[in-house]
């Protein structure tokens, strides 16, 4: 069963999420997913503190193979998002994004696409093991919300061969919600995405 947990900023894009999440049309039975939180516990989890939402992140991560990154208009920029990606590579989960921009929210309007997310976060190399960065204020700094080295061989792709960022971006897929007829293709796309990942 393709497990996959999906990534997006809740507020401007959780209408726009469920319409991806609801036209994903493999059969029923190999079905799951995971990352579709009641609002009331999102928010009330955001108000608690910032070890209790990594906490409750990392449980909507576990036993899912694929994280999908639903990009909006400022999805990007998010910090729980960058800590689903983070946690992410460190779970080997494969990774792709998604625009959504093209997709209407309730009120029938759609939004300007952003960037994405997967090249706003990079892994690089020191003589103490692999680490992860982030894009911030106009520079690549180290990720701040995991600091640890991260173990070659959890890597499903390439490890960075010395201490120029690369971006998750390289090793992993993006697409168009609307242009490339999602409502057909995303669940080929997980399935591309798990792939990469030997998952």
């Known amino acids: 069963m393709r497990r996959t947990f999906f990534s997006f900023h809740y507020l401007p894009d959780v ?5 991806v999440r609801n036209s994903w049309v493999v059969k029923p039975e190999d079905q799951a997913d995971s990352g579709f939180f009641d609002s009331s516990v999102f928010e009330a989890s955001k108000k608690e503190s910032d070890e209790n939402l990594k906490n409750f992140l990392r449980d909507g991560l576990k036993n899912t193979s694929v994280t999908c990154v ?3 208009t400022d999805t990007w920029s998010r910090r729980w998002v960058r800590y ?7 779970k080997g989960n494969g990774l792709l994004t998604v625009y959504i921009h093209g997709v209407k929210n309730k009120d029938g309007v759609t939004a300007v696409k952003g960037a994405d997310p997967l090249a706003q976060m990079g892994v690089y190399r020191t003589e103490k093991g692999i680490y992860l960065a982030e894009w911030k204020g106009g520079n690549w ?7 640890l080295a991260i173990p070659e061989s959890d890597l499903w792709f390439t490890a960075p061969g010395d201490n120029k960022i690369v971006q998750l971006s390289n090793h992993c897929m993006s697409y168009d919600f609307t242009t490339q007829n999602g409502r057909q293709n995303i669940g080929g796309w997980i ?9």
């Not at 209408?15 to 319409?19: D, I, L, Q, S, V």
């Open 15 to 19: 209408w726009r999420a469920w319409n």
């Open 70 to 72: 639903l990009a909006g």
């Open 84 to 90: 689903e990606i983070a946690r992410s590579v460190i």
């Open 141 to 147: 700094i180290k990720y701040s919300d995991y600091t």
């Open 191 to 199: 399935e591309t995405a798990a792939g990469l990942a030997g998952r």
